[in-house]
């Protein structure tokens, strides 16, 4: 079937979708925001943070998990996901999957929930705090993956 089924729609169309139901913020903005108690969730796989570095003090939660640690009513919920006023920051790679994944979080009534443009490329970019995966500066969620050998 090459004819795309009725009420299918496109990944652009998807995020840009997304993309319009969210806020989103600069790296420097983002980085603002976590004196104010947001939290920097780095969806990124292992391998990317091995190769090009975490973000200190980010929270890391693999892709397939995220809603689950993150909706307040998941028994598999982290601890500090208690409420639905949390200020979730999603970044990823390039912030592409990361809109995609904040979306995901406001259909859990995490209104707040958004991502950051350009993902880690950006923040790197901006010469914010970056460190190598074998520094040990991240909180790795459970089930996630380090990005360093144990």
Do not use: K
Not at 48 to 61: D, K, L, T, Y
Not at 111 to 135: F, I, K, M, S
């Amino acid at each position: 079937m090459t004819t795309r089924p009725p009420g299918a729609r496109s990944v652009d169309e998807i995020l840009a979708a997304a993309r319009a139901r969210l806020s989103r913020v600069t790296p420097a903005e983002a980085f603002a925001e976590l004196d104010a108690g947001a939290v920097l969730i780095d969806i990124r796989p292992a391998a990317q943070r091995a190769a090009a570095g975490e973000i200190p003090g980010s929270v890391v939660i693999e892709r397939n998990h995220l809603e689950w640690r993150l909706d307040p009513e998941s028994s598999a919920r982290l601890p500090w996901a208690t409420g639905y006023d949390l200020r979730p920051i999603v970044i990823c790679a390039e912030g592409y999957t990361s809109s995609l994944a904040a979306a995901a979080l406001q259909d859990l009534g995490l209104a707040r929930a958004t991502d950051v443009t350009g993902g880690y490329q950006a923040w790197q970019a901006a010469g914010l705090p970056t460190a190598r995966a074998a520094e040990r500066t991240v909180v790795i969620a459970e089930g996630a993956s380090p990005a360093f050998a144990e």
